[in-house]
T-cell receptor
Framework: GNSVTQMEGPVTLSEEAFLTINCTYTATGYPSLFWYVQYPGEGLQLLLKATKADDKGSNKGFEATYRKETTSFHLEKGSVQVSDSAVYFCALDPNTGNQFYFGTGTSLTVIP | DTGVSQNPRHKITKRGQNVTFRCDPISEHNRLYWYRQTLGQGPEFLTYFQNEAQLEKSRLLSDRFSAERPKGSFSTLEIQRTEQGDSAMYLC????????????FGQGTRLTVV
C-alpha cells in the first residue's frame, strides 16, 4: 500500500540552526513526493516537490531529494528563520490520481 | 486564478443537525479532493472527483457523508445527523491531474459540533 512516515515533533530550533525533518514512504509504483507547509491560521501550501528518483526539490532555502533506494524524502534547510515556524507535512502521490497520502506533520518552532 | 475557495470558514452546529460545505476549485482543475484534518494529524482522505465523477471514497466517509460536484465545477460536502466526532477541519483541494501535479488547498472549513 501507500503511506508516509514522518519524524515526530515538535521541533524547536534557534535561529540560523540547521534543520532536518525526516520522511520515509511506502508506495506501489513510482510516486511523486511533496512537502507542504501550514503556517499558523493558514491553509496548506506547497513548499517543494520531486517527481522522480534523484530529483531535488527546492524552494525558500529548503531542499529535499527523492531517494528511491532508501524510500526517503528528507527536508533540510541550512539556516532557519523565525518565519519558518510552521507545521510541515510530507506527502505522496502514487500517480494513480486518486488521492495524496500525508504524514502526520512536524511542528517547527524557531526561536530568536 | 483566485485559488481554492471554501465556505463557510467556520461552522458551529448542534449534534444531529445537517451541515453543507462548499468548495470552489481553481477553474481549470479537473480533480477535486476532500480531506479531513484533526488537531495534530495530517489530512485524511475522504473523497475524490475527476470532473463530475466521484471516483473514490474513503471508508471514513460513512453513509452520513455525501459529496457532489455537479457539472465538474464547485463541490459540496454534506454531513447529515452530525456527531461530536465529526468536529474537524474539512479541506478541499484541486489539481490539474497531470503526473506530478501538486494539489492546491483551500483554507478549510472548521466544523464544531456541540
Amino acid at each position: 500500500g501507500n503511506s508516509v512516515t514522518q519524524m515526530e515533533g515538535p521541533v524547536t530550533l534557534s535561529e540560523e540552526a540547521f534543520l532536518t525533518i525526516n520522511c520515509t514512504y511506502t508506495a506501489t509504483g513510482y510516486p511523486s513526493l511533496f512537502w507542504y507547509v501550514q503556517y499558523p491560521g493558514e491553509g496548506l501550501q506547497l513548499l517543494l516537490k520531486a517527481t522522480k528518483a534523484d530529483d531535488k526539490g527546492s524552494n525558500k532555502g529548503f531542499e529535499a531529494t527523492y531517494r528511491k533506494e532508501t524510500t526517503s524524502f528528507h527536508l533540510e534547510k541550512g539556516s532557519v528563520q523565525v518565519s519558518d515556524s510552521a507545521v510541515y507535512f510530507c506527502a505522496l502521490d502514487p500517480n494513480t490520481g486518486n488521492q495524496f497520502y500525508f504524514g502526520t506533520g512536524t511542528s517547527l518552532t524557531v526561536i530568536p | 486564478d483566485t485559488g481554492v475557495s471554501q465556505n463557510p470558514r467556520h461552522k458551529i452546529t448542534k449534534r444531529g443537525q445537517n451541515v453543507t460545505f462548499r468548495c470552489d476549485p481553481i477553474s481549470e482543475h479537473n480533480r477535486l479532493y476532500w480531506y479531513r484534518q484533526t488537531l495534530g494529524q495530517g489530512p485524511e482522505f475522504l473523497t475524490y472527483f475527476q470532473n463530475e465523477a466521484q471516483l473514490e471514497k474513503s471508508r471514513l466517509l460513512s453513509d452520513r457523508f455525501s459529496a457532489e460536484r455537479p457539472k465538474g465545477s464547485f463541490s459540496t460536502l454534506e454531513i447529515q445527523r452530525t456527531e461530536q466526532g465529526d468536529s474537524a477541519m474539512y479541506l478541499c483541494a484541486s489539481s490539474l491531474g497531470t503526473g506530478g501535479a501538486e494539489a492546491f488547498f483551500g483554507q478549510g472549513t472548521r466544523l464544531t459540533v456541540v
